[in-house]
């Protein structure tokens, strides 16, 4: 337990004056109170479980207990472990494996899309549902508490994939995953929800449905039936917002609360009219009348808690007597007979092959349908696997083709952004010695107040680059905190790209993300092997096209203009955090102090270093019409060729949507819930 200087710990602190002078009085003459013995106390019990090294930091006021991210997880997965058997004894809770052999629907992922759908569909007591989660439960306190999100990815609940490396991008990112790339850069991170409620239990929780026009263009790219006047109903249907609440284009009695934070902070507010002095407007409510403009986020949290979709859908559902979930067990295929075709000349989907927590396999039948809700990911791998797909592919892995759909997997399209990190010159952000202070949890705790209220993203605008485009290209999000060195690592950064920002842990600032929203050229998603327990090959095509670098080159501009105006400037001097005299070594070298006189030559290089996915994968087992040969789905989401067989998660669109992707997710669920529930009457 380090009191002083005696730790490498401490040594790591020890030039930060403030730090020294605290420590030095309070040991030297003043004493402990009763908050700091305590304090002290509890790093004690932490040292001696953990065997790591704790910190604790005394000041006038009270005490902040520091610990290593390891220590933070391992103590929230005790905890975790002891809510859900304390709720076992009283709550219906997700099985180890399935009761029994035949269920009418059988749902595969409990995400954002699969939790809602399953559901939904279980609102009918004649029919049984199953659904089937690869991950865990969402019972952690990490999950709870929203600027603890960061805790989150590379953790349990992440899926930590890895795209293959590529030339254009994440060149400042080191490839670790596949052996066979060793020593390459051109790597990103892809974070993906694995567990109850998927990506809206590890998200940053802004609910952004998109814009009208992406809906629009999904109804011309052959999915009738899915305009934004079709959709609209079904986004009022899951929502409970009483910010919006006399407002046409918000629902309120929906599980799904949608709310402004309890507190936000003031650099949120200066950001917003740092937007008006360059020109954007402010607009009160992106998700309705229209969604330009600069606007606070609106996020899905209640009482300063995340409210996800495990929360809001499934909980609620598991104690039905006809729903069952099941967690930790892997979907290996999607069980299809060909040898009796239908009427139509279609295969049937007739259930599923699974591995539960205990690596035992058994099938599960599906007495009127499977539906795959297990992301844009997972989906197409799964189709794969079981021989539904693009057939030289599938051959070329020793997979018979069952059905040859060319365009399982295509169609790859994803969110990416670039990191700005401001300066801060008042200190008013959230810092990570912020929040994991002592008073930090306890105000969180007892009171739900203070900085773990924050969601970090507090506010973002959108925009359009070029006056001839339909909807947002460009997207900024800001973030209330400079962020710390360990979000450059989720990131993947190298330790050599890492030199180029100024991290150090007591300095205040901001980070605003210009975020390119339509990349010019769509990805895929291919098969490993034919094992299904290897990871997919994830190609992005990330800034493969030239009109990339153009929209990033206007976000950087904007993020720059918007720092150094006005409105920000009592929080800010417009300067970004760079280590000055480290930055001539790294890739791209330094900018100019200057910001404004950059060439856009560094700025490219930047963005192909440094760029990486904001978790919005889509499109890869997309929605058409009949005569698109790249069609997986038709407008009711059923597979080609494949009767009894549907997909309702992110897959299914025909482009990704303008803006953060959980809300139309959870949107395509209830429209597929519907129509689902309708085929049952005819």
Request: include cysteine; hydrophobic fraction near 40%.
């Amino acid at each position: 337990v380090c009191l002083g200087g005696s730790s490498k710990f401490c040594w790591k602190y020890s030039d930060h004056p403030a730090v020294t002078r605290c420590m030095a009085k309070d040991l030297k003459g003043k004493g402990m109170d009763k908050l700091q013995l305590l304090a002290a106390l509890a790093a004690v019990a932490l040292a001696v479980v953990y065997q790591e090294d704790i910190g604790v930091l005394l000041h006038p006021i009270g005490a902040a207990i520091v610990v290593p991210d390891s220590v933070l997880r391992a103590s929230s997965n005790l905890h975790s472990q002891v809510l859900e058997q304390a709720m076992g004894l009283f709550f219906a809770m997700p099985k180890p494996k399935p009761t029994k052999d035949t269920y009418d629907f059988v749902v595969v992922g409990a995400g954002s899309s699969g939790g809602v759908l399953a559901a939904r569909l279980s609102e009918d007591p004649s029919v049984s549902v199953l659904v089937i989660e690869a991950g865990p439960t969402d019972k952690h306190l990490f999950v709870d508490m929203p600027l603890a999100s960061v805790f989150l990815q590379g953790s349990e609940r992440d899926w930590a994939l890895q795209i293959e490396p590529t030339e254009h991008a994440c060149q400042g990112m080191e490839c670790t995953k596949d052996p066979k790339h060793a020593g390459k850069t051109g790597c990103c991170r892809w974070p993906m929800g694995r567990g109850l409620g998927g990506g809206s239990t590890i998200n940053y929780m802004a609910y952004v449905r998109g814009n009208p026009e992406d809906f629009n263009e999904w109804e011309r790219m052959g999915a009738k039936g899915w305009n934004y006047t079709e959709v609209l109903p079904y986004f009022k249907k899951s929502e409970a917002n009483k910010v919006f609440r006399f407002s046409s284009y918000h629902g309120t009695e929906g599980p799904l609360d949608v709310n402004d934070p309890k507190e936000r902070n003031p650099i949120t507010a200066a950001f917003v009219d740092g937007c008006k002095d360059v020109g954007l407007a402010d607009n009160p409510d992106y998700n309705g009348e229209k969604q330009e403009g600069c606007s606070r986020l609106q996020s899905t949290t209640r009482n300063s808690e995340r409210w996800s979709v495990s929360k809001a859908f499934l909980w609620p559902a598991m104690s039905r007597p006809n729903f069952e979930v099941v967690s930790l067990a892997d979907v290996l295929k999607v069980d299809v007979d060909c040898s009796k075709k239908t009427k139509d000349g279609k295969c049937q989907a007739t259930g599923v092959l699974l591995r539960d927590r205990t690596g035992t396999e058994m099938h599960v039948k599906a007495a009127k349908e499977v539906v795959l809700t297990a992301s844009a990911v997972m989906t197409p791998k799964i189709m794969m696997l079981s021989g539904i797909g693009p057939k030289e592919h599938l051959e070329s892995k020793g997979i018979k083709t069952l059905v040859d759909l060319p365009g399982v997997g295509k169609n790859l399209q994803d969110h990416n952004f670039l990191i700005m990190i401001f300066n801060g010159t008042k200190p008013v952000s959230y810092r990570k010695v912020d929040a994991t202070s002592v008073s930090a949890l306890a105000n969180w705790l007892l009171r739900r107040r203070g900085a773990l209220t924050s969601c970090l993203l507090e506010a973002t605008l959108f925009t359009r680059t070029r006056p001839d485009l339909v909807v947002p290209d460009l997207q900024i999000h800001f973030v209330s905190s400079p962020g710390h060195s360990d979000d450059l690592s989720n990131f993947g950064l190298s330790a050599a790209m890492q030199e180029y920002f100024d991290m150090e842990d007591y300095a205040h600032g901001f980070v605003l993300l210009p975020t390119l929203l339509h990349q010019g050229k769509h990805g895929e998603i291919l098969l490993r092997s034919a094992n299904p327990l290897d990871e997919p090959v994830v190609h992005s095509g990330y800034l493969e096209h030239e009109d990339d670098i153009a929209t990033y080159l206007a976000g950087i501009k904007l993020a720059i203009k918007i720092a150094k105006s006005p409105g920000m400037s009592e929080y800010t001097d417009g300067n970004l955090r760079i280590n000055w005299d480290k930055c001539p070594k790294t890739r791209c070298g330094c900018p100019n102090k200057e910001l404004e006189k950059t060439p856009d030559s560094f700025w490219e290089c930047m963005v192909r270093a440094v760029v990486s996915t904001v978790y919005h994968p889509a499109g890869t087992a997309k929605m058409g019409s009949p005569d698109d040969p790249m069609a997986v789905l038709d407008p009711e989401l059923r597979v080609r060729g494949v009767a009894g067989l549907r997909v309702a998660d992110a897959s299914a669109w025909p482009m990704v949507t303008s803006g953060n992707t959980n809300a139309p997710a959870i949107m395509v669920a209830e429209k597929a819930a519907d129509i689902i529930k309708a085929s049952l009457k005819k």
